[in-house]
Structure formats: structure tokens, C-alpha cells
């Protein structure tokens, strides 16, 4: 008999810690936790040609300020993140003239770019309770990063255009840093869906990295999944 009734204590205080931390999220206290996603429309709008595909993703620690306002049902804190993130983008038979050895000639060349980051995102977030384990979250602000960037490219075809002298054609080939470091800047808009401790996030980036190169802008759809601790 005491067995059984220390059970039910037990299985009780479960219960209730469980609530408890349910009803604590869902109430828009501070979180802290991790999340991890791939991105989506670059990689589902863009070829990879001669490449074997592979979508960007992002990984990082995420935590939130105590609630700025708040009510019994919604929220308005600011969330701190720091993530990694790799941006992956393609473009295809990209044409262009090159000399050499006298000889004039048009290569098509699939080009693919990658940029690893470590990027720093302040997000002014709303959260509304939908249930007691379930809270809703809107959020939107900028991103702050720093990382490099490589330019790999593979030749499709070379066509010979003149057998004339034609200096000063001279594209890169292969695989390069165009520049030591960048810093992309970009936009963040999206929404999160908690259940108890776990989250799934839906993410827009409107991304700028800069430079000397034709790759500046980006549009970036990301998916998340992650956990408070």
C-alpha cells in the first residue's frame, strides 16, 4: 500500500513539474535553447548543373531577455541568437570569353558559392499562448555576421571563337577566395510554434554580403527544429 501511494506522489510531482515548465513557456518566460535547419528556396529555385547539391543550413544557441511586456496570454521579449551558417548557392552555365595561347574561346562554367558565418541576430519577439503547452511566436530584426567565402567552379564546354591574340580575357578557374572575410548583413523575419519544450521555426532571410563579386543578394527560406533546455 505505501508503494502504490508513493507511486502516485511520485507520478504526481511529475505531472506538475511538467505543467508547470509547460505553462512557464507558455507564458513568454525566458527561454534558452538550441535549433538546427536547412534552407529551402535557394536550394529548391537554383540547378547545381555539375555539382552535387547540397542545401545551407544554420545551427546555433538561442536565449531570450525577460519579457519587456507581457500579459497572463502574450508576450513581447527580445531573443539573442548566435548562430553558424552556411550559405550554398548555384548558377549555371555561366558564359564568358578567355585567351590564351593566341587562341580566343567561349567557356560555360557552373559556379558554386559558399559562405560560412558566424552571425549574431537580436529578434524583438511577440509570443501568444494557443493552449498550456502550446505558445505561438512571431518575430522580426537584423542579423550581423563575419565569415569567408569560396567560389568553386566547373567548366561545362569550351567552344574556340578566334585563333587571333585577344589579351586581357583571364576568368577564374577552380576553386578561390575572392576575399578573406565578409560580413553579411541580413533581415529576419519569421515564427516559431512551441509544444512543452520543443520548437519548430520558420525563417525568411534577406541576405547582403558585399564585395567585389556578382553574388551580393540572397533570399533565404530556412526550417528549424530545436529545444529549450
Not at 53 to 72: I, M, R
Not at 153 to 177: A, C, H, K
Request: hydrophobic share 40%; proline share 4%; net charge negative.
Amino acid at each position: 500500500m505505501m508503494i502504490k501511494l508513493s507511486s502516485l506522489l511520485l507520478f504526481d510531482l511529475v505531472l506538475l513539474l511538467a505543467t508547470t515548465s509547460a505553462e512557464c513557456l507558455a507564458q513568454g518566460n525566458p527561454k534558452t535553447g538550441m535549433k538546427l535547419g536547412i534552407e529551402l528556396l535557394d536550394y529548391a529555385s537554383h540547378s547545381s548543373g555539375t555539382f552535387t547539391k547540397q542545401p545551407g543550413f544554420a545551427l546555433g544557441l538561442f536565449t531570450d531577455t525577460h519579457p519587456l511586456v507581457s500579459d497572463f496570454n502574450n508576450a513581447l521579449s527580445l531573443r539573442l541568437e548566435l548562430n553558424f551558417v552556411r550559405l550554398v548557392h548555384y548558377r549555371v552555365d555561366d558564359r564568358f570569353l578567355y585567351s590564351y595561347d593566341f587562341t580566343l574561346s567561349q567557356y560555360s562554367l557552373d559556379e558554386r558559392l559558399m559562405v560560412s558565418s558566424l552571425e549574431l541576430a537580436v529578434l524583438p519577439t511577440y509570443s501568444t499562448t494557443l493552449g498550456p503547452v502550446t505558445t505561438f511566436e512571431v518575430y522580426a530584426g537584423p542579423s550581423v555576421a563575419i565569415g569567408t567565402q569560396t567560389l568553386t567552379t566547373n567548366i561545362r564546354s569550351r567552344t574556340v571563337v578566334d585563333t587571333l591574340s585577344f589579351p586581357g580575357y583571364y576568368p577564374p578557374f577552380g576553386e578561390y577566395n575572392m576575399a578573406k572575410y565578409r560580413v553579411p548583413l541580413s533581415l529576419c523575419v519569421g515564427t516559431c510554434c512551441w509544444y512543452h519544450m520543443l520548437v519548430v521555426d520558420l525563417r525568411y532571410k534577406y541576405t547582403y554580403i558585399g564585395g567585389d563579386t556578382i553574388f551580393k543578394y540572397f533570399n533565404e527560406l530556412y526550417v528549424q527544429i530545436g529545444m529549450a533546455f
